[in-house]
C-alpha cells in the first residue's frame, strides 16, 4: 500500500490530532502544527495530554507554523504532502469578511507549495462562511469568506462538500472562537475538499498544416475554436463517452439495417466549391467559420505549437485530407490557386455538405444505412446548450420512392425507440429520472426536427432541446429514389444519456474527466469541479451607424476572448441619444469555468481585452 502523508494547520489544543491519529493506519504518516510556540501551550493541560498522545504514537509536531507561509516551515525535500486539512479558520478576535477572505486566500496559495499534484486540501468552515450552495442557509456572497474564489486564488477547485461531523472524532474539541477558549459553532459545518485545477493559461492560437493533393498549407485556429481542433474523441482508440454513444446508437441501429460506415476525414470547404451544396443545406452555410489557407513549403520546426514530431501526431487527422471527387482539379499541373492556395475555406458547419457526394455516388447502395461521424463547426449565440463546435452523425437512406412513407416512418420508429430507451435510466433507487423523444414537423410540413424533454440533469431541472433532424431529397443520378439523412448532434446526446450539465467539460484536459466514464456502465455524471464562482461585468458602447451591428460576432469575440468562460450574454438596454440619435447598447456578460480555477484578476484582464477587441473588430466605441 502506498504510504500518505497528512498534514495539520492550525491546530488549537491539538484535540483533532489526537483524535485523528487513531484512525490512521501504519501506512499514514501524520504531522500537527499550530501557530503558537511550544511555550504558549506549556499551561495548557489539554493540550499537554494531546501532545503526550501524539508523540507516543510518533506523530511529527511542528510549533509556530505560518499557515500561509507553509514552505518556510519545511525542507525542500520534506514539502510532499497528500492531504492538507485546517478546521475552522479564523484570524482571531472580532474580524470582517474581508480579513478571513485574506487569510484563506493566503493559506491556498501556500499550499499549492507543499501539496503533491494529486492531493486535497480539507477546509471545515462554520455554516454559511463558504459562500456555496452547500450552505444551509446560503448566505450572500458578499458577505460570505466565498472560499471557491480565494482557492482559485491558490490554483485550487472545489470538488467535493460534505457535513463536519464531531462525533466522527472523539475528543475533538475545536477551540480559539474570537481567540478564546470557546468551540465555534459547528452543527451545519461543511468539510470543503479541493484539488488542483490544470493552470489557465492564455491559449495562443495554434497553426496547422494539412496536405491537400501534392501541395501543403497553413492555416490559423480560429481563436473561438482554440484546443478543439484535431481532438481525436471518435478515433479507435479514445474512450470518450462521445465515442460511445456514437457507437451505441450505430450498433442498434445495426440491427435493423444494413451499414456502411464511410470515412469523414474532409473538413475544410473551398468557398469556391459550394457546388457540394444543394439547394436544401446552402444556408448552414451563413454560420461558418472561415479561414484563409497560405501555401506552405516550410518544415513542422517554424510552426507554433510543438516540436517536429508533436505537430506530426497533432496534425493526423488533418493532413490525410484528399481533394472530394467534385473539387479534383481537371489536369495534374493545375496550379492551386483559386481552389486552395491565398483562398478562403470554411470549417465544415455540419455533415450534411459531404451529403451529394454520396448519394450520387454509382456505388450507394439503397436500403443500406450510410453512416459518416466527425466534428462539425458553426458560430452561435452563447447560450447553455448551444455550441460553437460538437460530433454529428449523419445517417443516409436510400429507398424506392414508392416506399417513402412506410421507409422514413419505420427509421423514425427505430431511432425513437433507440433514443428513448438510451435516455431512460434510474440515477437513485425509487427516482426515475427520464427522458421523452418525439420527431416534430419542422416549418417546411415535410422535415424533422428531433426533441427531448431531459429529466436526466436532475429532477427539478427538465430541459427541451432538439438533438438532431431530419431531411428528405431525390438525386438526378438515381431516378425514382428517395433519400432521408437524419443529422445527430452527439455532444448533446451525451451530455443527456450521462446528465452532464456543461458541454465545455466535454472538451476538458483535465483527465479526471474520462475517469468518471467506465466501459459497458452507464452512470450519472459526477462533476470534479463544483459551485464554481460567477464573475458579473457589463458593457456598453456607441453603435457606428454605417457599419451596424453584428450580435452573433459579438458573441463569437466573446467566447475567444474569454476562452470559453462567459456563460452569458445578456443584452441589458437600448439607448438612443436625443440630439445625436446615435445609439448605444449595454449588454451584461456573465464569466465561469467548469473545470478549471478562475480569478477575479483573470476576468477582469479578460474583460478589458474584450473591449478592445469589439472596438477593432465590431467598430464599436466603448463608453
Not at 501551550?41 to 506523530?59: F, S, Y
Not at 415535410?446 to 431525390?474: E, Q, R, W
Not at 474520462?514 to 456607441?542: A, M
Not at 469575440?557 to 438612443?576: E, H
Amino acid at each position: 500500500m502506498a504510504s500518505r502523508r497528512l498534514l495539520l494547520v492550525g491546530e488549537g489544543n491539538f484535540s483533532f490530532a489526537a483524535a485523528l491519529s487513531e484512525t490512521l493506519d501504519a501506512s499514514t504518516s501524520l504531522t500537527a502544527t499550530c501557530l503558537q510556540r511550544r511555550a504558549d501551550l506549556a499551561q495548557d493541560p489539554v493540550a499537554q495530554k494531546n501532545l503526550q498522545r501524539l508523540r507516543e504514537r510518533g506523530t511529527r509536531i511542528h510549533f509556530g507554523v505560518d499557515c500561509t507561509q507553509l514552505a518556510d516551515a519545511f525542507d525542500l525535500h520534506d514539502r510532499e504532502f497528500d492531504r492538507i486539512c485546517f478546521n475552522f479558520p479564523h484570524c482571531g478576535r472580532k474580524t470582517g469578511v474581508a480579513r478571513n477572505r485574506e487569510l484563506l486566500a493566503k493559506f491556498f496559495q501556500s499550499c499549492a507549495d507543499v501539496l503533491t499534484d494529486e492531493g486535497e486540501v480539507h477546509v471545515a468552515l462554520c455554516r454559511g462562511q463558504g459562500g456555496t450552495p452547500a450552505d444551509n442557509p446560503t448566505r450572500e456572497w458578499h458577505n460570505s469568506w466565498q472560499v471557491v474564489a480565494m482557492a482559485a486564488l491558490g490554483g485550487f477547485i472545489l470538488s467535493d462538500v460534505h457535513p463536519f461531523s464531531c462525533e466522527a472524532m472523539p475528543g475533538y474539541k475545536c477551540t480559539g472562537y474570537r481567540s478564546q477558549d470557546k468551540s465555534f459553532h459547528v452543527e451545519g459545518a461543511l468539510n470543503h475538499i479541493f484539488t488542483r485545477s490544470l493552470p489557465f493559461e492564455g491559449s495562443q492560437p495554434r497553426t496547422f498544416r494539412i496536405r491537400l493533393g501534392d501541395q501543403w498549407f497553413s492555416f490559423p485556429e480560429p481563436e473561438a475554436l482554440a484546443g478543439k481542433l484535431n481532438r481525436g474523441f471518435l478515433e479507435a482508440s479514445s474512450c470518450h463517452p462521445i465515442k460511445t454513444i456514437n457507437e451505441k446508437l450505430i450498433a442498434e441501429l445495426g440491427k435493423a439495417f444494413p451499414l456502411i460506415r464511410l470515412k469523414c476525414s474532409f473538413p475544410l470547404l473551398p468557398q469556391g466549391g459550394t457546388n457540394v451544396l444543394t439547394s436544401w443545406n446552402c444556408d448552414i452555410l451563413s454560420d461558418a467559420f472561415w479561414i484563409k489557407l497560405l501555401e506552405d513549403n516550410s518544415n513542422s520546426e517554424s510552426l507554433t505549437g510543438g516540436t517536429t514530431q508533436e505537430m506530426e501526431d497533432f496534425l493526423v487527422s488533418l493532413s490525410e485530407f484528399s481533394l472530394p471527387k467534385n473539387l479534383e482539379r481537371n489536369g495534374k499541373e493545375e496550379a492551386h490557386e483559386g481552389i486552395y492556395g491565398q483562398a478562403k475555406v470554411c470549417l465544415r458547419p455540419s455533415l450534411l455538405v459531404h451529403a451529394q457526394a454520396v448519394i450520387e455516388r454509382p456505388d450507394f447502395l439503397p436500403g443500406s444505412l450510410h453512416i459518416l461521424s466527425g466534428p462539425v463547426f458553426r458560430k452561435c449565440l452563447v447560450l447553455p446548450f448551444t455550441m460553437p463546435v460538437f460530433h454529428e452523425t449523419l445517417f443516409i437512406l436510400g429507398f424506392n420512392q414508392n416506399l417513402k412513407d412506410g421507409c422514413l416512418q419505420s427509421l423514425l420508429d427505430q431511432l425513437k425507440g433507440i433514443l428513448d430507451s438510451l435516455l431512460t435510466k434510474t440515477f437513485l433507487e425509487g427516482s426515475k429520472l427520464s427522458s421523452s423523444v418525439e420527431c416534430v414537423f419542422q416549418p417546411n410540413g415535410k422535415d424533422y426536427m428531433i426533441n427531448v424533454k431531459s429529466h436526466n440533469f436532475g429532477p427539478d431541472c427538465a430541459k427541451d432541446l432538439t438533438i438532431g433532424s431530419v431531411t428528405s431529397t431525390t438525386s438526378i443520378i438515381h431516378k425514382n429514389q428517395c433519400f432521408v439523412f437524419v443529422c445527430m448532434n452527439l455532444d448533446l446526446l451525451a451530455m443527456l444519456v450521462w446528465g452532464i450539465s456543461d458541454w465545455r467539460i466535454l472538451w476538458t484536459f483535465d483527465n479526471r474527466f474520462l475517469k468518471n466514464f467506465v466501459p459497458g456502465k452507464i452512470e450519472p455524471f459526477k462533476s470534479y469541479c463544483i459551485y464554481p464562482p460567477c464573475y458579473v461585468h457589463d458593457i456598453s458602447f456607441w453603435l457606428d451607424e454605417k457599419k451596424g451591428f453584428d450580435e452573433l460576432e459579438f458573441h463569437t469575440v466573446a467566447r475567444a476572448v474569454s476562452q470559453d468562460t462567459v456563460i452569458s450574454i445578456q443584452s441589458l438596454s437600448r439607448f438612443q441619444h436625443p440630439k445625436t440619435k446615435q445609439v448605444s447598447l449595454c449588454y451584461r456578460l456573465t464569466y465561469q469555468t467548469c473545470d478549471k480555477a478562475l480569478t477575479q484578476q483573470q476576468v477582469a484582464s479578460m474583460q478589458f481585452q474584450f473591449r478592445k477587441e469589439i472596438q477593432q473588430r465590431l467598430h464599436v466605441t466603448p463608453r
